[in-house]
Structure formats: C-alpha cells, structure tokens
C-alpha cells in the first residue's frame, strides 16, 4: 500500500476488514498525518495519544508517545521530559501544517495515561504524560473535545480523521505481553536517546 507522501514514522499499514477501509497501525515513538479518510489505531498504556485534525479540512493524525526522566524532574520549561513531549507535539502539528491544516484550527482528542506498566508505576509516569499533554493543548490554544485518560487498563484506540470520530475500547484482559514490552522497551530507549531533529515552530 503506498501511503509514503502523508505518512510519518508508521510504516504498519494494512485493509482493516471491520471498518472497510485502509488503516496505519501506530507504535510507541511513532505518529501518522494524512489528509485522506483513513483509519489510524493505536494501543495505549501508560503511553499517551493525541488525536489532532483541522475541523475544516478533516487533515487530521495521532502521535504516540511517553515522558522519559524520573518524577523529580518534573515537566517545566527547562526539563528534558518537557522537551522531548513539546518535540512529540510539534512534529505531529508540523506535519499536519505541510499538509494545509490551520494551527488556529486544530481541535484534539486525548487517550492514555494508564497505570499499567508495573517497573515504572513509581515514576507515575501515566499521570505525568496526562499532565503534560492537557497543560500543552492549554497553553497552545488548541481545543480539547474529548479525553479519556488515567485508570488501570490499556485502551485501543481508532480515530478517523476526516470526521474526527474517535472509538476506545478498555482492554480489561491482556491476551499477550506485547503492549507491555513494547512500552517498557521505548521507556528505556528515550531514557538514553537524547531529543533530536530539527522543528520548525509556528
């Protein structure tokens, strides 16, 4: 499927068969813009999601993404936690403005944050990515219509750009440790990796 000129960082794309539509799958670290009426998913744990679209033009996508750093450090303006999530957020809204969204136009839907990974409960790293995310969306003036954040479960999340429809669903019983250790993997990598690229801000 060649979906290269809207895509970023989410080379996991398929035919979802329920919906009847091409769908990107997203991982920790990735995140997908698209100006066409596609399906975006993403399974969540102590990750969060931002589902950010233009409500004109139905250019919408979704990131995936955690604070790295520890509970002492916090997330003010000088923080490594902060830069990197300020980073996770302007790329996704840099992409969408190369694609013709407005800035002034943005409205998000927000998912995540759940206490699910046992090794890094201490750090609270859940809700630390759920404040971070709200004092952002605050801060940048972008319009907050949906969220649903925090709890104990890891969700599933499917969003639909062009409408900004949003569907979660709680998984309460885990089949696998795959969502686990994806999220304990990338915990442990953006410990070490520090914030790179260039971001042009607008």
Known sequence: MAL????????????DQYFEREAVKILPGEYFVTPRDLLIVTVLGSCVSVCLRD??????????????????????????SARYGVYAMEVLINHLLKL?????????????????LRGITANNIGQRNVDFVLDYL????IELLAEDLLDIYPR???FFPAS???????????HNTTLLDRESDYSLRIRKAPVGGAIDLF
């Open 138 to 141: 605050h801060t940048e003036g």
């Open 156 to 158: 599933k999340v499917y």
């Open 4 to 15: 290269d000129y809207d895509s970023a960082l989410a080379p996991n794309s398929y035919y």
């Open 55 to 80: 409500r004109q033009s139905g250019i919408g996508g979704m990131n995936h993404f955690m604070l790295p750093g520890n509970s002492d450090e916090g997330f003010g303006p000088v923080s490594s």
């Open 100 to 116: 013709g969204a407005r800035r002034h136009q943005l409205e998000a839907k927000v998912f995540g944050g759940g206490c699910v």
């Open 164 to 174: 900004g429809r949003v569907l979660v669903k709680k998984l309460k019983n885990l």
